[in-house]
């Protein structure tokens, strides 16, 4: 590969725009469910770090909620040396791959950016995943070191971004972890939620190995609440417990016509087509019906990976149907982009008010409203006002449900004393401790749905505590 | 993994019974709780109740028929296989007290759920009158079980080739216009025959338990693939059921989302049976 020679970084460097992504384009990529960003190339890396102003009091590094060296790692990138770069961001991400693809940069790292002051801000997140997939490719992962075991057994329940920083985190200071996992394969949401195209499953599986390899014993099929308690696993010699179960139960509309065929959870829908692998049925057993005009209520990360999905599975049209307007949208910037690439169909400021079936059952057709946004609500968003008289109809086969989820409800509901929030969060404070000894939570079973970033660095302050905890 | 010990062919290439090795489910489970098992890395997520237990042994009993594919695959296993997942387990319990005089009622394969909630419900202290359905003798599965738990059994055939001839819903008339009150009535099997049961039993106001057995997907409250109607609410079937007041269920709604991925199961069958596989699953008929 031609490397960039020393003038060409050094116009690199004045350019104001992040050096662009190689891509699949989108009327290829529509047709297939590997993944649409294809990754920087070492050439591409260094000329995009070369932007980096290496900043003294670098102010991209408050935007990340785990604190990375970010001006530290892209140095490493510019000194040609990717895996003490990868290092670099293993000291306080264990996850940099994932996140790199990930995070919502905008609102976070790059947000701060100098270089965003004029222009486009660093590629942050693009180089923190060159700089993984690098370290992966080259089978270079090195193993960190690993206290001696000190033969103190805490369980992990959950295995999402939480659970999985958490028991790593514990393993590495001796402790024997075990993560218990409700599902069949441990990830959580990075592998029944979010699809192939965005996050390769072999990439959250080789993290995962890397956690097996620091010595978690992770047990799939174990459904905490039913097939064992909390308190059973504190009275087998657990001696601390982190719960990190996430925010899986979906939330519907409440709207007429919600249990029409063709009705399906956001979860269900992309359960059946991640998790299950429904898009290669039948070979793959789980079916999933895709009609040929589909809604989606909600613009999320949740409803773009909706909308992309049945994209991909052949529907003609798809639609996002969504009350606020685009500046509202609580999506990444990239994924609406990539909707709109991949022909996806905005309706915006418009409220669905109900779905009507056939004589059968299946979805005929969705009502809906044309909104104005009104003032700013307690979250500062403009809150949306129906507009009277402007209700139509819009003729779809299939509607996806992509309005948010709520914790899961049955670790709270069977154990004992644990004190939970108005929304069925679990109380903990910022260390994690929840209202019983010796029991931690963090991620989105404490926040309510949020990011992969924010459920991590949860599971690592947690990691702290226990130790702190188990040692005092 | 997890290992089949022991199987059973109840009725051949119909309906099948596999004792599996799963410490943790057979230390936890109660009657009227569900498991979760996955063949293979291509499997569905497949829900069967656990049709028994055994502590000692760590082993769970599941009692399935052959309706599609996976069902189909499932039956060619043997002892010394192992299933790829098996979770659990999953559901309320049955609820179980003493009632006064239950009749319990199984159609098909719904015999096999009804038998663990019938042994409970006469360990509680109950009187047990059980009717057992079939479409014909050769379908009938575990009668001396039930004849073990029950102070009386009537069997009911749709062919009269064993038993009295008839539906179930016929002994149940005639038990409730007998003179001893019927305190409770729990009602497994096709959701035609527990719809029927609830219509007989509404007008008398005879408490009526069944057991829902809607599409699922995870079995644990993540998908809402369950969803039925009870009352004004909406409830996931795998958490807040499987067992519901069957006169509160919306039965339309519950038929018509059982029938949600019909195409595609036909699909999945037929492209499975051109590959030249052959079955003795009634699927053909099914499909026609
Ligand atoms: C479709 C989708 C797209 C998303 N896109 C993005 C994105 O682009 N960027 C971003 O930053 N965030 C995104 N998110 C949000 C992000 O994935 C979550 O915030 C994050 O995964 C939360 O991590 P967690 O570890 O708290 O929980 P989860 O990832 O939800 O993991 C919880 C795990 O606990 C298990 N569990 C639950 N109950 C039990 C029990 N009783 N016993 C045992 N195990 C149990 C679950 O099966 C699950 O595996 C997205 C979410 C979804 C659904
Ligand atoms: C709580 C619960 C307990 C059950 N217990 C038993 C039992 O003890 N014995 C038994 O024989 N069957 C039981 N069932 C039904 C059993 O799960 C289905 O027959 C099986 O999944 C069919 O798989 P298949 O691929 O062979 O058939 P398919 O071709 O997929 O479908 C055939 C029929 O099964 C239904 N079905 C398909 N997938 C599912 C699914 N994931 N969940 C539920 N139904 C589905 C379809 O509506 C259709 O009517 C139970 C179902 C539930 C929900
Ligand atoms: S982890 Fe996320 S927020 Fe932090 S530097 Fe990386 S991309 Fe930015
Ligand atoms: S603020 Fe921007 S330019 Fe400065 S160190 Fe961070 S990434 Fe580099
Ligand atoms: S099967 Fe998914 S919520 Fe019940």
Redesign the pocket.
Known sequence: MQMPSADELKQAAKITEKRPMPSQNAQDRVQNFTEVALGYTEEDALLEAARCLTCKKEECRQ????D?D?SGFIKKIKERDYVGAALKIKET?SLPAI??RV?P?ES???QYCIRGKKGEPVG??RL?RFVADYERNQGAIKMPEIAPANGIKVAVIGSGPAGLTCAGELAKMGYSVTIFEALHVAGGVLMYGIPEFRLPKDIVQADINYVRQLGVDIQTNVVIGRTMKVDELMAQGYQAVFIGTGAGLPNFMGIPGENLNGVYSANEFLTRVNLMKGYRFPEYLTPIRIGRRVAILGAGNVAMDSARCAKRLGAEEVYIVYRRSEKEMPARAEEVEHAYEEGIHFRLLTQPVEIKGDVENWVKELICVKCELGKPDESGRRSPINIPGSEYSLAVDTVVVAIGQSPNPLIQATTEGLKTGRHGTIDANSDGQTSRIGIFAGGDIVTGAATV?LAMGAGRKSAGAIDRYLKS | MYQILRKKVLVPDVMILFEVKAPLIAASCQAGQFVMLRKDEVGERIPLTIADFDRKNETITVIFQVVGKSTELMAKMEAGDSLLDFAGPLGQPSHIEKFGRVVMIGGGVGVAPIHPIAREMKLAGNEVISILGARSHDLLILEEEMNKVSSEVIVTTDDGSYGRKGLVTEVLAELMNGDDPIDLVVAIGPMIMMQAVCEATREAGISTVVSLNPIMVDGTGMCGACRIEVGADTKFACVDGPEFDGHKVNWKLARQRSLMFAQEEKRAMLEHHNEGDVCGCRCHQQMN
């Not at chain 1, 935007?63 to 785990?66: A, I, M, Q």
């Open positions: 935007g990340c909620p785990v990375i970010i991400s996140c790199g995070c940069q976070q790292c790059e942050i997140g923190e970033i």
